[in-house]
């Protein structure tokens, strides 16, 4: 069964910067899929912050104004989240979600919430 | 950027209900795209992909359909567990876009 687990602090300080994890069971990240990672902040819609394919390459989100890093360890089946320089519009639910090769998203991480405040 | 724009933003249905969601993107996608639910405090549902290809496990009274830019979610016979917030996305090209919401509640 595939599952996928963020993880990371639940609060961060304006200016500092977000990471996150997500933890994948069921599958091997270097098989073909991606990762992409979304958040929703709070009473709001979905939006998608970046892509990591199973090559390493990686995709973000032009809003966010190049202040995302997303990484992958193969050996740890791990994919990785960075968001820089961060403010109070940063606090949300953040979801890793795996997206089929040449597809759609099929499984979901339950999300992690991160409050950025002093 | 690809816009979604969804359809209505919300509706109230009652159980037994058939209803349509619709999601226009405005420039062709031919049919990449899906669609989500999400419940309150929960983590999205995926339900359909390719437009209209059901995922593993999803009631088959939940169907979808459309290509190019014009797509449609259909809940036949509304359960009460369906009452939710459905999301469409493009997965066309990059930035991944998202519509806004169709939030449907019980009447």
């Known amino acids: 069964q595939v599952q996928l687990q963020e993880s990371g602090p639940g609060l961060v300080k304006p200016s500092e910067t977000l990471s996150l994890n997500c933890d994948v069971s069921?599958?091997?990240?270097?098989?073909?899929?991606?990762c992409d990672w979304i958040r929703q902040p709070p009473g709001k819609g979905l939006e998608w912050i970046g892509t990591?394919?199973?090559?390493?390459?990686?995709y973000s989100n032009p809003s966010l104004k190049g202040r995302v890093t997303i990484s992958m360890d193969t050996s740890k089946n791990q994919f990785s989240l960075k968001v820089r320089s961060v403010t109070a519009a940063d606090t949300a639910v953040y979801y890793c979600?795996?997206?089929?090769?040449?597809?759609?998203?099929?499984?979901w991480g339950k999300g992690t919430t991160v409050i950025v405040s002093s | 950027d690809i816009q979604m724009t969804q359809s209505p933003s919300s509706l109230s249905a009652s159980v037994g209900d058939r209803l349509t969601i619709t999601c226009r993107a405005s420039?062709?996608?031919?049919?990449?795209l899906a669609w989500f639910q999400q419940k309150p405090g929960k983590a999205p549902k995926s339900l359909i992909y390719?437009?209209?290809t059901l995922q593993s496990g999803v009631p088959s009274r939940f169907s979808g359909s459309g290509s190019g830019t014009d797509f449609t979610l259909t809940i036949n016979s509304l359960q009460p567990e369906d009452f939710a917030t459905y999301y469409c996305?493009?997965?066309?090209?990059?930035?991944?876009?998202f519509g806004g919401g169709t939030k449907v509640e019980i009447k």
């Open positions: 420039q062709d996608i031919n049919n990449y």
């Open positions: 979600a795996r997206r089929l090769y040449g597809g759609d998203i099929d499984v």
């Open positions: 996305q493009q997965s066309k090209s990059y930035p991944l876009t």
């Open positions: 990591i394919w199973h090559s390493g390459t990686a």
């Open positions: 069921g599958y091997s990240i270097s098989s073909g899929d991606y």
């Open positions: 390719d437009a209209s």
